[in-house]
């Protein structure tokens, strides 16, 4: 009974406060920093897609005539 009452009486709101907000702040930096690196990739992803479709359409538009 002692330990539980132990257990109960360590856990502080204030810790898990000040803990939640480190982590929020940890996860927009984070993002602040990486936030570039993937919209670059987005960038490119879409950019090479839409190349991708071209050529083919190309080659059925080429096929389809000759």
Not at 31 to 56: F, N, T
């Amino acid at each position: 009974m002692d330990k539980d009452i132990r257990r109960i009486s360590a856990w502080n709101p204030s810790r898990t406060v000040k803990r939640r907000a480190r982590i929020r702040f940890d996860l927009r930096k984070w993002i602040g920093r990486r936030g570039r690196s993937v919209q670059d990739h987005v960038l490119h992803g879409a950019a090479y897609g839409l190349g991708s479709g071209a050529v083919s359409l190309v080659v059925v538009w080429v096929q389809s005539r000759f």
